[in-house]
Every structure is written in C-alpha cells, then in structure tokens.
C-alpha cells in the first residue's frame, strides 16, 4: 500500500474530535500497520489516526524506536480508544510533532500516568506508563482530542508559531 501522508498544521482535520473505534477488524489492522510505517518513515515515536486524515480513536507508539535508518528493531504497539487516569507528578521535556514541522516546544506533562486501551483485536487493556512513553500517550491522546501541542503553549508564542506555520503552508501550496 502507499505510504500514508501526515497531515499538517493548519489542515482543519487535526482539529476534529475523533469517533470511538466500534469495529475490531482487518481494515484496521492494516491502518495501524500503515501508519507504523509511516511513522517510521517520518522518524517518530508516535503518530494518531487524525494525523493521517482518519477519525478514529487510535494512534501507533514506539518510544523505543531511535528514528535512524539503522534502527530497524521495529516494536509499534496499537492503543485503541484510550483512556488515560491517574496522571501524577512533573516531566517538562522537548516535544515535537510530525503534523507541526520544525516546532519543538518544552510542555509541562504527566511523568506517570495510568492508560486503559483496546489492542486491535477489541482486548481490553491497562498499562502504568512513566517518561517519555507517558509523553508519548499524553501527545497522541491530545490528537484524538483534536488538539496539538502548540495549543498548550503560552497565548504570545502559540501565535506566534501559529502565524509562522499558515506561511510555511502557503508557501508550500
């Protein structure tokens, strides 16, 4: 299959609150892997179903992964409708976003935090996530939301990488 395209800011679908998953099936199946390997192939840890123009409540995550083309110990795991609860503690770290290009922003994040999901099979399950995977969830979870991390910056900045990211986008049409 082709290669899936990551949407950009200020495209309107990253914006939209996404619809539960309801159907555990091959079509999903193969969205998730699609979107590993577009993932993959952008360099990330992480990408939501909403990045790629689906709205559904799902996003691939491989915190492990190291983003360099040597790097091929590939180990993405699906979160299907998650929930995240129990959300403790401080980790201020550098994000970036593969819908937001050449922004990186530090954020004030969960450093523990408790996520219920389905696996693409519908299996319920719970997993404690702490440091970069709980930053990881947290910013994945944001785009089921419709919200990117620019929209948690302060009102002065967001503007002004926001301003910044409609001219790269104009520039680009």
């Not at 159907?23 to 699609?34: K, S, T, V």
């Not at 440091?131 to 967001?158: S, W, Y």
């Amino acid at each position: 299959m082709a290669l899936l395209q990551v949407l950009t800011y200020p495209d309107p679908r990253l914006k939209q609150v996404a619809a539960q998953v309801t159907e555990f099936n091959d079509p999903l199946r193969q969205l998730a892997a699609d979107m590993a390997e577009a993932m993959y192939a952008e360099s990330g840890v992480g990408l939501a179903a909403p990045q790629v123009g689906v709205s559904l409540r799902l996003f691939v995550a491989d915190c492990n992964y190291g983003g360099s083309e040597e790097d091929d110990d590939h180990q993405w795991e699906a979160y299907i409708n998650p929930v995240i609860s129990n959300g403790q503690g401080h980790l201020e770290m550098e994000e970036g976003c593969l819908s937001v290009p050449e922004v990186r922003a530090t954020l004030d994040r969960f450093e523990t935090l408790t996520l219920d999901y389905q696996d693409l099979d519908g299996n319920p399950h719970q997993v404690e996530a702490e440091g970069l995977f709980a930053l990881c969830i947290q910013h994945e979870t944001d785009h089921l939301e419709g919200k990117l991390f620019i929209d948690f910056l302060p009102p002065l900045r967001r503007k002004m990488v926001k301003n910044r990211l409609k001219k790269l986008a104009r520039a680009h049409d």
